[in-house]
């Protein structure tokens, strides 16, 4: 199976701060790395698929990058809704592994 | 609108068996492979099945195969999750969830729409 292995497992930040989270991989999976933010009590949501693609609906503040091994989350300017945990999943092989989540809370 | 509508979670003692369902709408059922993901209280998202969209293809965790039946009725719209010989770390929050693939330049596969979710809670 492919571990991945997020970085934080949780931040603090403000309103308007840069975040960034790294994912990696166990082995290359490609670009077949997605984003997911979840709020508590609710379902996952689908932020970033590919790797780099914005899901529909999605701020533009979000963004996503890397391949192979290492990827990259970054909001470029955290706002009030965006305050959640993050998860990356590989759609590489299965089992659909997920990292264990980063936690962005208030700071 | 895409719908995904979990049920049939509940409390059951360990051993027992539980059958989940996910009623779908708003879109071609048997066009799609799905998917179903849990989350114990408290921890992270963990992949536990999924099928083909013509039913005949499935995989299980680990964690589950032997236990867990993954089966689809397109007729009816409708995923299901047979859960058998259940344990207390069965206990979660069970989501189906819709794949979407696309080959091509960029190819991918992600879950683009979840259920709201299904409480499996077994006592020991």
């Known amino acids: 199976d492919i571990q991945m292995t997020q970085s934080p497992s949780s931040l603090s930040a403000s309103v308007g701060d840069r975040v960034t989270i790294t994912c990696r991989a166990s082995?290359?999976?490609?670009?077949?790395l997605n984003w997911y933010q979840q709020k508590p009590g609710k379902a996952p949501k689908l932020l970033i698929y590919?790797?780099?693609s914005l899901q529909s609906g999605v701020p533009s503040r979000v963004s996503g990058s890397g391949s192979g091994t290492d990827f990259t989350l970054t909001i470029s300017s955290l706002q009030p809704e965006d305050f959640a945990t993050y998860y990356c999943?590989?759609?590489?092989?299965?089992?659909?592994?997920f990292g264990q989540g980063t936690k962005v809370e208030v700071k | 609108e895409v719908q995904l509508v979990e049920s049939g979670g509940g409390l059951v003692q360990s051993g027992g068996s539980l059958r989940l369902s996910c009623a779908a709408s708003?879109?071609?059922?048997?066009?799609?492979?799905m998917h179903w993901v849990r989350q114990a209280p408290g921890k992270g998202l963990v992949w536990v099945s999924h099928?083909?969209?013509?039913?005949?293809?499935?995989s299980y965790a680990d964690s589950v195969k032997g236990r867990f039946t993954i089966s689809r009725d397109n007729a009816k719209n409708t995923l299901y999750l047979q859960m058998n010989s259940l344990r207390a770390e069965d206990t979660a929050v069970y989501y189906c969830?819709?794949?979407?693939?696309?080959?091509?330049?960029?190819?991918?596969?992600?879950?683009?729409?979840w259920g709201q979710g299904s409480l499996v809670t077994v006592s020991s």
């Open positions: 590919a790797a780099s």
């Open positions: 099928i083909h969209d013509d039913g005949i293809s499935t």
């Open positions: 082995q290359s999976v490609s670009t077949y």
């Open positions: 708003g879109f071609i059922f048997s066009d799609y492979w």
């Open positions: 999943q590989q759609s590489y092989s299965i089992p659909m592994t």
């Open positions: 969830a819709r794949e979407v693939r696309l080959n091509g330049y960029n190819p991918t596969n992600h879950f683009d729409h």
